[in-house]
T-cell receptor, first 117, second 112 residues
Framework: GAVVSQHPSRVICKSGTSVKIECRSLDFQATTMFWYRQFPKQSLMLMATSNEGSKATYEQGVEKDKFLINHASLTLSTLTVTSAHPEDSSFYIC?????????????FGSGTRLTVV | RKEVEQDPGPFNVPEGATVAFNCTYSNSASQSFFWYRQDCRKEPKLLMSVYSSGNEDGRFTAQLNRASQYISLLIRDSKLSDSATYLCVVIKVTSGTYKYIFGTGTRLKVLA
């Protein structure tokens, strides 16, 4: 089946620094990828939709200047958390769908646990 | 009101028990529904799709009630390995893009 690879799986950074998270579709091309954030004991919240070759679409309340998304190729999307603060500590996860599959074909990356100290 | 609502639980049940979860959704135009399973600190994984006619896969049965806008998941003969969080997912179409809307999840703990 389709595989989405996400790196790093875990990162600890100092407050004020930036962190980049990568999401790759390994065996399919993804024109669209989704980025989610999950706080402890809460639901996955969609942050933004990453579109290959164009600007990402951000959900209401998500700061586009803080969460920079780049989708420069059909197999790679990156999320950069800029000037991270402790409240940004969360589980970040990406998702994509092989266009050859149905709506149940969304695959998730393994997630990145970000801790800002 | 949240777009997708679930009872967070936890549901603590003994091995072998039957347990059922419900999920309600607010957008009557929603077309596709799924149940995902998420283990602690892991990514969600598709458990099953939910069809209008219902869907059964082994010990798991999913049903959709469009009139009342809820979906259900029934787990029979619970196993210890069923312990996880079960996420209800509804697909929302916005500007031609399909978006997954997740419920908060229902925690299940199967006890020996």
């Amino acid at each position: 089946g389709a595989v989405v690879s996400q790196h790093p799986s875990r990162v600890i950074c100092k407050s004020g620094t930036s962190v980049k998270i990568e999401c790759r579709s390994l065996d399919f091309q993804a024109t669209t990828m989704f980025w989610y954030r999950q706080f402890p004991k809460q639901s996955l919240m969609l942050m933004a939709t990453s579109n290959e070759g164009s600007k990402a679409t951000y959900e209401q309340g998500v700061e586009k200047d803080k969460f920079l998304i780049n989708h420069a190729s059909l197999t790679l999307s990156t999320l950069t958390v800029t000037s991270a603060h402790p409240e940004d500590s969360s589980f970040y996860i990406c998702s994509a769908r092989d266009p050859g599959t149905g709506l149940d074909g969304y695959t998730f990356g393994s997630g990145t646990r970000l801790t800002v100290v | 009101r949240k777009e997708v609502e679930q009872d967070p639980g936890p549901f603590n049940v003994p091995e072998g028990a039957t347990v059922a979860f419900n999920c309600t959704y607010s957008n009557s135009a929603s077309q596709s529904f799924f149940w995902y399973r998420q283990d602690c600190r892991k990514e969600p994984k598709l458990l099953m799709s939910v069809y209008s006619s219902g869907n059964e896969d082994g010990r798991f049965t999913a049903q959709l009630n469009r009139a009342s806008q809820y979906i259900s998941l029934l787990i029979r003969d619970s196993k210890l390995s069923d312990s996880a969080t079960y996420l209800c997912v509804v697909i929302k179409v916005t500007s031609g893009t399909y978006k997954y809307i997740f419920g908060t999840g229902t925690r299940l703990k199967v006890l020996a």
